[in-house]
């Protein structure tokens, strides 16, 4: 069973290959450094040539507004017919939990028109939703920084380990498509503040984390329950505070 993974040298597409590798599955890494281009259909038929699994982990270089739509719907039209003339039997699309729920974010906007695309296109599909990556906070700091103070809102998050999105991912790719939602998160809930403060005080960095009810995150306002699961999630096994003190993870 060929398993081609779109975005499979990213972070959680490099983990991905790793994983189906290791449980014996054929996997191979599609991506712009292995000669594939989404954007441009560049590559895909050779690589989903006898593919019975797609699965896209692959993100937008540029969250700025209308590149990050572009770029997800582009791509995903592109992979959803490439797809179909290969006769893949299953597509799977890692997207994010809140995905839908908040219509102000442009990348989320951006994350919905890639899920509406596949749940209409035909193929079998299973769409895994992940909470934040513990891996993205440094970013998600960034995006909220203002001098040197961070502002947030301290609303609930409920982030995980890329390690722990790349397993469930594995596991969803090798069974039978569900023909819907699947929903990830980690093994605790935090306020978004707490969180980044834990994040950066682990890095030594020297940014002030303040809770602000109306800061934006990436451009949205957000709510109480805006970021956490909607159902029982599949759990993450990594908590927050064993992530953050193994010297060998990277960070
Ligand atoms: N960050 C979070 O907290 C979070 C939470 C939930 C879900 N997600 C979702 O997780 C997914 C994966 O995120 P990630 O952090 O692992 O991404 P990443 O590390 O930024 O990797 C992106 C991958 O996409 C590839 N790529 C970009 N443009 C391409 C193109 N035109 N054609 C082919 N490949 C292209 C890159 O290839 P090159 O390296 O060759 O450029 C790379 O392999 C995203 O879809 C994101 O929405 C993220």
Redesign the pocket.
């Known amino acids: 069973m060929k398993i081609v993974v ?9 983990k991905l290959v790793a994983k189906l590798r290791e449980q014996g599955r054929e996997s191979v ?6 000669g ?5 259909g ?1 590559g895909l038929a050779k690589v989903l040539d006898h593919a019975a699994v797609v699965v ?6 540029s969250f700025e507004e209308v590149a990050v739509m572009k ?2 719907t582009t ?1 995903t039209s592109n992979l959803l017919d490439y797809a179909k003339a290969a006769g893949v039997g299953h597509y799977v ?5 809140g995905t839908g729920r908040i219509p102000d974010s442009p ?1 989320l906007r951006a ?1 919905n028109a ?1 899920e509406t695309l596949i749940k209409d296109d035909g193929i079998p599909y299973s769409i ?6 513990f ?2 906070i440094t ?2 700091a960034d995006g909220a920084t203002d001098g040197a103070t961070v502002r947030l809102p301290p609303v609930l998050i409920q ?2 380990a ?1 390690d722990d ?1 790349a397993t469930a991912v594995a596991r969803v790719a090798v069974a039978a498509p569900v023909n819907g939602t699947v929903e990830v998160a980690g093994p605790q809930q935090f306020r978004f503040d707490e969180l980044i403060r834990q994040g950066l005080r682990a890095r030594n960095d020297p940014r002030k984390v303040v809770a602000d009810a109306h800061a934006r995150y990436f451009g949205a306002e957000l709510s109480e329950g805006s970021l956490i699961p909607e159902d029982e999630p599949r759990p993450g096994e990594t908590r927050f505070e064993d992530w953050l003190h193994k010297p060998t993870l990277v960070k």
């Open positions: 779109i975005g499979g040298t990213g972070l959680i597409g490099s890494a599609a991506s712009l450094d292995t594939i281009n989404t954007l441009t560049e896209d982990v692959s993100d937008s270089p770029f997800f791509s699309a890692l997207s994010v939990v990348y994350k890639q895994v939703r992940a909470t934040q990556f891996e993205f970013r998600i982030p995980m890329a999105v």
